[in-house]
């Protein structure tokens, strides 16, 4: 499934990891995987780190809840919280886990 199809809207972000040593970037979720269901803890994994940017200026108010995500073909992935804050990470493809 491509970076765009992953149920990630309304999904909660819960925590972010860099494994420095290893290049590695994890952002956990609680997602919404099945329909009619509660969210569930899931986990976002890019392999081969190469640029993280977290800003966290709240520009639309302070928000846990993912907006909306996009990848661009240069390798670079995009996660919009209804902050407004929008995550960007440079990597190889990412993996989802449930």
Excluded at 73 to 83: D, K, T
């Amino acid at each position: 499934m491509a970076f765009e199809d992953w149920p990630l809207h309304d999904a909660v972000l819960k925590e972010l990891r860099v494994d420095w040593e290893h290049r590695t970037c994890s952002v956990h979720v609680l997602a919404f995987v099945e329909p009619r269901h509660d969210a569930a803890p899931c986990q976002l994994i890019w392999r081969g780190l190469r640029k993280l940017i977290v800003p966290a200026e709240y520009p639309w108010g302070r928000s846990i809840f993912i907006n909306r995500h996009w990848s661009e073909r240069s390798g670079r992935y995009s996660i919009e919280v209804q902050s407004g804050d929008v995550l960007t990470i440079e990597a190889d493809p990412p993996e989802f886990i449930r």
